[in-house]
């Protein structure tokens, strides 16, 4: 393995890692991004384990497809976060915006260093789009105390499902 890849597995693997930590130690911060505590704390243990798979070769191909998808999901929170960036005044605004160019450079360093190919992208976009389908029919059920953020996070899923469902008939042309 060369020195470009094995720097770049490390990389994505303390991303995560430390990511998820933080979601258990500055949880209070974190659910200002994304309401529910549980989604906070299963967000983490899902970062979690996608770094720990990126440390043995048999699971690294999974753990490329869980934190692609992982971090495709949360991309609608920096949006949220740059739009809203009053809620968040310990944050610089550079650093918002700097925030989604990141999100392009991370999924890249993914796909390249766990080997991710067109067509498993392409079945990982599938596997989002449903799961967002999913929920976004379960954030009706959710008990949210806004309704402003109830509608934001409801209409960002509904828009990154219609990305991705057009990312995913672009890649199987």
């Not at 490329?64 to 929170?77: D, N, Q, R």
């Not at 596997?127 to 959710?142: A, E, H, K, P, Y």
């Amino acid at each position: 393995m060369s020195r470009w890849r094995v720097a770049g597995l490390v990389f994505v693997f303390l991303w995560f890692a430390l990511g998820g930590v933080a979601h258990f130690v500055a949880t209070e911060a974190e659910m200002r991004i994304v309401p529910p505590r549980a989604a906070v704390l299963v967000s983490g243990v899902f970062e979690l384990l996608g770094a720990a798979g990126l440390l043995w070769q048999p699971t690294r191909r999974a753990a490329g497809i869980g934190l692609f998808l992982l971090t495709l999901a949360v991309t609608p929170a920096h949006f949220y976060m740059l739009q809203r960036p009053e809620l968040f005044p310990s944050v610089p605004y550079w650093a918002l915006v700097v925030r989604l160019p990141v999100q392009v450079a991370l999924l890249a360093l993914i796909a390249q260093n766990t080997e991710l190919t067109w067509s498993l992208i392409a079945l990982a976009l599938k596997i989002l789009s449903r799961f967002l389908n999913l929920f976004v029919r379960l954030i009706d059920l959710i008990n949210i105390k806004s309704s402003g953020v109830k509608i934001y996070w409801k209409l960002a899923i509904v828009s990154a499902f219609n990305v991705l469902r057009g990312l995913t008939t672009h890649i199987e042309k």
